[in-house]
């Protein structure tokens, strides 16, 4: 059992300071109302097992995990590819929102293929699976909006492959699962600001405590606000975020937690769509980084709400009983300019405009129950975990568009946001349809022998849809029972062997030329590897071979005014990967991995040409023996080549790029701290992703400095 660090005060011994507390809490929830918020805390004042931002024995690196099978197992006794990014992680390399947490991830890429829209490809493929706390669905409508703060979270488990067991769908990329903070037994606060690059400022403030003389009933706050300007030409920004969740003891075996997460985006000159990659001769455009097609009045908001309550009761002898219900609400509003065509290089002529309004809301109301627990048979014990769930998404949204569509524009004036705003009258269409998802799931972990384990199960999923999208119905129904097994082998005392298979189904939301939706994808996920530990534990290890085979898998064959269309490709990731976190020598924390892959058609040749075949994600801090309150640290984000085919004969390339960070923090006292982080230090200029034909450049070079206050 790692040693734990808990430098919070328990409340029972400062009892002048509860009225302190709940009033600061009073205050902080009337910000949140008001839209000033906070973020995450130094994780050393969170009285949890679970690894913690201050723990510098164990900081990078997490023992245990439930995301991929429902059976809390030790990273080494889960047959699968699991990385953990630890709220040490994220506070070193102030990692604030989930781009920047998977950009730092071993084999995930991100594609931000415009400045308020992503998508994330792990081993070639598209992550659809997110959860909170293991419950959750797929993006069932496609990329995420706006970008999900991480001040709400402990820690993001990302499984690798596909999650057979713990996921409604065996979509072979990746599942992200983010763990939620909780409620400590003593009282803990912290505070933070952070100035940055670009007039950014962050503001954040984390508040747990008992809320009675017994502590049955704790509560706790997080809150966050951050805006600021951009490299990018009239790209402002602005983000709220507060969080709340109280657990109640019922009774000795019974613990209820009910919560809600909040998060408020507001951009200004977001882009939609982006930069035009080449000109008409075929040679490539090569724009200023801060280049921005956005209009003046461009904006783009969007709004998350989510609650959720959750049931606990232990079961006796070793058997719990957990239950789930969550409602989600995202809401955009926008009023956007694309820009599409293929300029001449002499003149600059060759663009035109496209201006729209739209409206959305899409609503996700998820229910979870599941049981797990352990007996003997025959000699040999017996780790069985079992559920069902349940899911519906609805998606309403309206589009109006512009006045003036197709207008020419002139070289003078296509990048500098002149373009006047239009009626959005022209015509409207939109979508109003549903995914309704049942699931079953069953996993069992059998010791074969005192050094073999088995763990086998499967996932039985149903998903219907109904409805319409611009005018193409949406009525669908496809079901598909997956098997998974997985063998462990320990070799060693600190050495295990593995492999595990599973099946693959995923329904697809994106259409076709005709808007009519693709088939779901189907296929099989295979690997094997090896993990380990290191350093008595303080340290891990592992590597894998993998080979995942889609059949119908999206891929974006071209686009329809603003509007993209897909094409079903059948699809094979061939690839290795290894992977490396914890403690390597006193003081020293890292975190590094290594991915290399191959994806290929039905024919052999290459496909997805936009995801980088290597990847290198490193992290690193060390904590200077002569100087014990000093922290300093880097991480390099590198990636080989990447290709896109425009159309015959044109294509555009990106070559191989490094992005190097780097970190100081210094302990003023045992309450306060100061750290530095600089960005980019090498000012790197690079696309941010192919993923689409177009595209626009990453962030040049920036700064920021936090000052932290923790009790």
């Known amino acids: 059992m790692p040693r734990r660090i808990n430098t919070s005060v328990p409340s029972s011994s400062h009892p002048r300071l509860r009225p302190l507390v709940l009033a600061l809490s009073l205050a902080l929830g009337h910000a949140a109302a008001a839209g000033a918020a906070d973020e995450a805390p130094e994780a050393a004042v969170l009285p949890v097992i679970t690894i913690t931002g201050a723990n510098d024995q164990n900081g990078y690196q997490a023992r245990d995990s439930d995301s991929a099978s429902k059976l809390n197992l030790t990273l080494r006794e889960t047959p699968q590819s699991v990385s953990v990014v630890t709220r040490a992680r994220m506070d070193d390399f102030r990692l604030d929102n989930v781009n920047d947490v ?48 991480t001040a709400l979270f402990d820690r993001v488990d990302i ?3 596909a999650n057979g067991l713990a996921a409604s769908t065996g979509n072979p990329s990746a599942t992200v699962n983010f763990i939620r903070k909780r409620p400590g037994p003593a009282l803990a606060a912290s505070a933070g600001l952070t100035l940055g690059s670009w007039d950014t400022r962050r503001l954040d ?71 035009p990659l080449y000109y008409t001769d075929g040679s490539p455009t090569n724009y200023p980084g801060g280049t921005n097609t956005s209009a003046d009045w461009s904006h783009w908001d969007n709004k998350t709400n989510g ?83 349940w899911s519906r998404s609805r998606l309403d949204d309206l589009s109006g568009y ?97 492999t595990s298979y599973t099946g693959i189904f995923s329904p697809q939301s994106e259409q076709d030329i005709n808007g009519v939706a693709l088939a779901p994808i189907m296929g099989s996920s295979a690997e094997a590897g090896f993990k380990g530990d290191l350093f008595g534990g303080k340290a891990s290890f592992s590597g894998a071979i993998f080979r995942a085979r889609q059949n119908n898998t999206a891929e974006q064959a071209g686009m329809n005014g603003a509007k993209a269309y897909y094409r079903g490709i059948d699809a094979a990731s061939t690839g290795a990967e290894v992977d490396l976190s914890g403690e390597l020598a006193k003081g020293w924390m890292a975190s590094a991995g290594f991915t290399r892959l191959t ?88 696309l941010t992703s192919l993923y689409w034909n177009q595209a626009y450049y990453a962030a040049p070079r920036s700064a920021s400095a936090t000052l932290n206050w923790t009790y």
């Open 102 to 149: 998977l950009a730092n991830t071993t084999g995930v890429t991100v594609e931000k293929v415009e400045t308020d829209r992503t998508y994330y490809v792990a081993r070639g493929l598209d992550i659809i699976n997110f959860q909170v706390d293991g419950v959750g669905t797929p993006l069932v409508f496609g990329n995420m909006m706006g970008k999900l703060d």
């Open 159 to 161: 499984v690798r492959g």
């Open 205 to 275: 403030a984390d508040v747990s405590s008992p809320l009675n003389q017994s502590g049955s009933i704790k509560g706790r706050m997080v809150v966050v606000s951050q805006q600021g300007d951009s490299y990018l030409d009239r790209y402002t920004t602005r983000k709220n975020v507060a969080y709340g969740i109280v657990e109640a003891k019922l009774g000795s075996d019974t613990l209820l937690s009910i919560g809600h997460a909040w998060q408020d985006n507001k951009s200004s000159g977001g882009m939609w769509g982006a930069l």
């Open 307 to 389: 609650s959720f309550a959750e049931l606990n009761h232990q079961l006796g002898q070793g058997w719990t009983l957990k239950s789930t219900l969550s409602h989600n609400k995202e809401s955009s509003r926008s009023a956007l300019f694309y820009v599409y065509g293929t300029p001449d290089k002499a003149t600059g002529v060759g663009l035109f405009s496209y201006p729209s309004a739209y409206r959305s809301d899409h609503t996700q109301t998820l229910f979870d129950i599941g049981a797990s627990g352990q007996f003997n048979l025959a000699g040999r014990q017996i780790e069985l975990a079992f559920g069902a769930s």
């Open 402 to 498: 512009g006045r003036g569509i197709g207008t020419p524009l002139t070289a003078a004036t296509d990048f500098t946001g002149a373009y006047p705003q239009p009626a959005f009258d022209d015509h409207v269409d939109g979508s109003s349809y549903q995914d309704v998802r049942k699931t079953i799931y069953a996993a069992a972990r059998f010791a074969l022998a005192d050094k073999v384990k088995l763990l086998t199960g499967f996932n039985a999923t149903k998903a219907d849809s109904t409805g319409l999208s611009y005018g193409s119905s949406k009525q669908k129904s496809a079901s598909k029972t997956s098997p998974y097994v997985g063998l462990v082998y320990d070799v060693a005392p600190q050495v295990s062997l593995y």
């Open 599 to 686: 994806v290929e058609d039905s024919q052999g040749k290459a496909a997805k040409t936009y995801v980088p075949r290597r990847l290198l994600r490193m992290s690193t801090t060390y904590r200077l023996p002569a100087v014990p309150q000093l922290k300093i640290g880097a991480n390099l984000n590198w990636q080989s080549d990447i290709e896109r085919e425009q159309e015959p004969g044109i294509v555009t390339r990106q070559d191989s790029y490094a992005v190097l960070g780097l970190m100081t923090r210094y302990e003023i006292n045992r309450n306060i701290t100061l750290a530095l982080n600089l960005n980019n230090v090498t000012d790197k200029k690079y």
